[in-house]
């Protein structure tokens, strides 16, 4: 495989706070930030010193999602509420005091939106509605992360009870319990584009791959970083995936072989001074948010 070169296009520093949560746009060029200031900032790739404040929220905002095509933001905070926020009338707005302890991850499936709670509860709330159809309790620990697998139609969730429960998405019920997954809380769960693998990182900053499609038997438990896994992502292409910790670097991955090819940080890349919070790949570009209040831009080529 050819060598991976990385180049650090920008540093954006709009917030004021951590930055928590990363979303894609419609537009392919923008991207979607959120931070412990109560911000969420549009950014564009073309212009990327200049961003736009789309919402303001009074506490810190922990999760994101973005759902262009209905127009709305779904922004969950520390204290376990909810903001459904119109882009195009503020008057439809709703602030919903669900989940306790943090709303730690949403996500999108088709006609539905699941929130997880600091609680233990995941719940499945009508996109265009803003309105909750039911509730799973999975444990009395926080459900931390979340990722949806379209070939199975199921939900892969890490909990703080060290647990990954796989749920159908159907029912919202549980098809497999993966009991003590990591030997602390799990903060991230991502499928592989093609559904063969479940891939997760935790406070016991492990990632193990585990094959989805063999009942989750456990293939490779590799010690990745220093400190906590807080996030994983994939390339656009499928082919390489990368790992932000709270030891203030990013990896690279090879997809395939699981192999490290590339470790971004403070000395060599001028990387992030505390922990990497989230991810996200647009096509070549790799974006990071992080503790120092920075977002950066990742060229990876």
């Not at 954006?12 to 060029?29: K, R, Y």
């Not at 233990?120 to 799973?136: F, K, N, P, V, Y």
Request: hydrophobic share 40%; glycine share 8%.
């Amino acid at each position: 495989m050819p060598m991976l070169t990385v180049q650090k296009i920008a540093r954006l520093t709009g917030h004021n706070a951590s930055v928590f949560a990363l979303a894609g746009d419609a537009n392919a060029q923008h991207f979607l930030s959120a931070a412990g200031d109560g911000w969420v900032v549009r950014w564009d790739l073309q212009q990327p010193e200049i961003g736009k404040v789309l919402a303001k929220v009074d506490t810190q905002i922990f999760s994101l999602l973005n759902l262009p095509d209905l127009n709305k933001l779904v922004i969950g905070n520390m204290n376990g509420g909810l903001h459904w926020l119109d882009l195009n009338n503020s008057d439809l707005n709703k602030n919903i005091a669900h989940h306790q302890r943090g709303v730690f991850d949403i996500l999108h499936m088709g006609e539905s939106v699941f929130t997880l709670g600091g609680e233990g509860r995941i719940t499945r709330w009508s996109a265009a509605e803003g309105r909750s159809l039911e509730s799973l309790h999975l444990t009395n620990q926080s459900l931390r992360t979340a990722d949806y697998d379209k070939t199975c139609d199921e939900i892969a969730v890490g909990t703080s009870d060290n647990s990954i429960y796989i749920l159908d998405v159907n029912v919202l019920e549980i098809k497999k319990n993966i009991q003590n997954a990591h030997n602390n809380s799990v903060f991230t769960t991502k499928y592989s584009p093609d559904g063969h693998y479940l891939l997760s990182g935790g406070r016991d900053a492990h990632l193990k791959i585990w094959d989805a499609a063999n009942d989750f038997k456990l293939l490779s438990s590799q010690p990745a970083h220093w400190f906590t896994i807080n996030d994983i992502a994939f390339s656009t292409d499928g082919q390489y995936f990368a790992t932000a910790s709270r030891d203030k670097t990013i990896k690279i991955w090879d997809a395939h072989t699981f192999q490290l090819l590339k470790v971004i940080d403070t000395i060599r890349h001028g990387g992030h001074l505390n922990s990497v919070n989230c991810l996200l790949w647009l096509d070549d570009y790799l974006i990071s948010g992080s503790d120092d209040r920075s977002i950066m831009v990742w060229l990876i080529s």
